[in-house]
T-cell receptor, first 115, second 110 residues
C-alpha cells in the first residue's frame, strides 16, 4: 500500500489568489494523479504527473491554470491559479503502483473554498 | 450516458441491514475499484478486482466481466458505514486512467 498526505487539508481563499497543494507519499512511485471533485460531482482527472517530465493534462485543464511540479518520486504540488468561486472543490492526489493491473491509492483531499 | 453508472444514487437503511450497491460499465476494463468517501472528502480504496469476488470484513465485492457489472455488499451494516461509495473502472487501453461513477450516498440509521 501507499500512505499519502496532503497539505493543506482545507483552505478558504479570496478570488484572484493562488493556492499550492502539496502531496507527499511514503514511498517512491512513478505515477501521480491530481483529481478535482466539484460539489455534488464525481472525480475528474486534472493531470498525470510523472517524475522528470511535464505533466499531462486532460481536456479542459491547462498548465497556466493548474501548474504541477513533480521534483522527485515521493512529492508533487498542484497550484490553483487566479482562483474563482468555480474552483471551489476537493482536490485529491493519488498514486499508481504496479504493472499491468495496478492499484491506485488516494490522499485525504484538500477542500478549497473560494470567496 | 456515463461510461460507469451506479445505483442507487442514494440509499438509507436501518442498522443491521444487508446493503447492495451496483455498478455497471460500458467500457473495456482491466480492473474495477470500489472507493469509500467520508464527509471530510478523503477517499479510501476498498477493493480492486478484475474477476470473481473479494471479501474484507463485512464488505464483499463481486464482478462479472461478461455482464460488465460489479456489486458491493455490506453485511450487518453500521452507522459508521455511512459514506459515499464510488466505483471506478480502470481502462484496459494501457493509459491507466480511472473512469468514476457518480457515487452512491449510503446512510445507515441507528
Amino acid at each position: 500500500s501507499a500512505v499519502i498526505s496532503q497539505k493543506p487539508s482545507r483552505d478558504i481563499c479570496q478570488r484572484g489568489t493562488s493556492l499550492t497543494i502539496q502531496c507527499q507519499v511514503d514511498s517512491q512511485v512513478t505515477m501521480m494523479f491530481w483529481y478535482r471533485q466539484q460539489p455534488g460531482q464525481s472525480l475528474t482527472l486534472i493531470a498525470t504527473a510523472n517524475q522528470g517530465s511535464e505533466a499531462t493534462y486532460e481536456s479542459g485543464f491547462v498548465i497556466d491554470k493548474f501548474p504541477i511540479s513533480r521534483p522527485n518520486l515521493t512529492f508533487s504540488t498542484l497550484t490553483v491559479s487566479n482562483m474563482s468561486p468555480e474552483d471551489s472543490s476537493i482536490y485529491l492526489c493519488s498514486v499508481g503502483r504496479g504493472q499491468g493491473i495496478y492499484e491506485q491509492y488516494f490522499g485525504p483531499g484538500t477542500r478549497l473554498t473560494v470567496t | 450516458k456515463n461510461e460507469v453508472e451506479q445505483s442507487p444514487q442514494n440509499l438509507t437503511a436501518q442498522e443491521g441491514e444487508f446493503i447492495t450497491i451496483n455498478c455497471s460499465y460500458s467500457v473495456g476494463i482491466s480492473a474495477l475499484h470500489w472507493l469509500q468517501q467520508h464527509p471530510g472528502g478523503g477517499i479510501v480504496s476498498l477493493f480492486m478486482l478484475s474477476s470473481g469476488k473479494k471479501k474484507h470484513g463485512r464488505l464483499i465485492a463481486t464482478i462479472n466481466i461478461q455482464e460488465k457489472h460489479s456489486s458491493l455488499h455490506i453485511t450487518a451494516s453500521h452507522p459508521r458505514d455511512s459514506a459515499v461509495y464510488i466505483c471506478a473502472a480502470l481502462s484496459n487501453f494501457g493509459n491507466e486512467k480511472l473512469t468514476f461513477g457518480t457515487g452512491t450516498r449510503l446512510t445507515i440509521i441507528p
